[in-house]
């Protein structure tokens, strides 16, 4: 069948065996659109302040079900920014978990505040909002969960937390484009959302770019004037008012989304529904097929859609079960291991072995294994036939 072979085989990267992400499939699905969106760019020669980012941030707001999306040139720089507008700095402590990537912590300390870790959930593992509630001091101005591996944490509980003690929410939604909560898109449960575009995750960009969503319109001004040195939009994208004075209203960064990357990601988030869709039918094979093994599974909490950026099994004895995966061609990773207390940046903070037990156990077991949209049938059967063979 000439169709699957398109969409699946002569697409694939060059490189051998089942990938965690492929970056090249991505590429030649969208051949055509991707190169004349490019070259679109290139031609028109606006390369700075043009059309495409407001375009990519109107039609990702679209998608996102929020009012407004801001570009940025990471998923980092739209925790930063976003930190940033709402007003947290020096003196605040904001309080997230240690299982994330190191952007989520290292984005509250580049604004000034103090991070505060709470353990997570044995679940999800996401953040614990009970034990968020006992780390809430008169100096906690806002809470940063992350929707771990693409499942939403707890936002009920954590919004209402949030309201009871004033405070903002920041959602970590990197990993978790497409996840929702009783139908409520991640990423509107907070006051803002911020999503990566690293070139492995769910809209990767080629290269680097992130986005953040909220419905409030002058937090968004906001976030867009941070991360354009601190002069609003309106007056660089200038229509032939060129020349006219700068008007600095306060002190930004360069941290915005650019235009080739704005005009890739658009040609891609016309598939993004598809690709989210191709990882949940994978990842509901999986734990189909593993579900008589001692694997341990993946959880999708009631009401709640996972889109599995990672699906991340536990197993006892990781090691062999990586070498094996390898043996048979597949690619395999352990995501945020160790974690960020045990990391020799954050030895300073003075947190030990068993401060985060949770996590601890979590990150020691854990496995990634391919889900993307790029593994197509015949490798979704090697890699279930390897791991089920293992772990029987
Ligand atoms: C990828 C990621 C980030 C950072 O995004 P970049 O685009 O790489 O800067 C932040 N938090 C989480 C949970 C991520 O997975």
Redo the contacts with the bound molecule.
């Keep these: 069948m000439t169709s699957e072979r398109r969409k699946g085989t002569d697409l694939r990267s060059p490189q051998d065996g089942v990938l965690m992400s492929d970056p090249v499939w991505e590429y030649r699905s969208l051949k055509r659109e991707i190169d004349g969106a490019i070259a679109g760019v290139l031609e028109r020669g606006l390369l700075d302040w043009g059309p495409e980012v407001p375009a990519f941030e109107e039609a990702f707001a679209r998608w996102s079900g929020v009012a407004y999306a801001v570009g940025f040139n990471?998923?980092?720089?739209a925790?930063k920014v976003a930190l940033k507008a709402l007003g947290v700095g020096p003196g605040d402590e904001v309080i997230t978990v240690p299982n994330?990537?190191i952007?989520?912590t290292s984005a509250i300390h580049h604004v000034g505040a103090k991070s505060v870790w709470v353990d997570v959930e044995r679940d999800t593992m996401t953040m614990d909002p009970v034990l968020v509630e006992e780390a809430i001091t008169e100096r906690t101005k806002a809470l940063l969960p992350?929707h771990?591996y693409g499942h939403p944490a707890d936002m009920k509980a954590i919004c209402e937390l949030a309201s009871k003690y004033r405070l903002f929410v920041i959602e970590?939604a990197?990993?978790a484009v497409g996840a929702s909560i009783d139908g409520r898109p991640v990423g509107r449960w907070g006051d803002v959302g911020c999503f990566?575009?690293?070139p492995s995750?769910h809209l990767g960009a080629c290269g680097?770019?992130?986005t953040a969503v909220t419905d409030d319109e002058s937090l968004a001004e906001r976030m867009r004037l941070l991360a354009g040195y601190g002069e609003s939009r309106q007056r660089k994208t200038c229509d032939g008012k060129a020349g006219q004075s700068q008007h600095y209203v306060a002190e930004g960064f360069n941290e915005r989304m650019d235009e080739l990357q704005a005009s890739i990601l658009s040609v891609k988030l016309s598939r993004l529904g598809e690709w989210v869709a191709a990882r949940r039918a994978n990842a509901g094979a999986y734990s189909d097929a593993f579900r008589a093994t001692g694997i341990r599974l993946p959880i999708e909490r009631p009401g709640c859609r996972h889109t599995y950026r990672n699906y991340i099994i536990r197993v006892s004895r990781r090691e062999r079960t990586q070498r094996a995966l390898a043996d048979a061609g597949i690619a395999s990773g352990q995501v945020y291991v160790p974690p960020l207390h045990l990391q020799p940046v954050y030895r300073r903070l003075g947190h030990k072995r068993g401060a985060y037990p949770v996590t601890e156990e979590a990150c020691a077991t854990l496995l990634s294994v391919p889900v993307g949209p790029h593994v197509s049938p015949a490798q979704r059967k090697l890699v279930i036939r390897t791991l089920a063979r293992l772990e029987a």
């Design positions: 990471s998923g980092m720089a925790l994330s990537d952007s989520t992350v771990l970590d990197c990993l990566s575009h690293a995750k680097s770019a992130g």
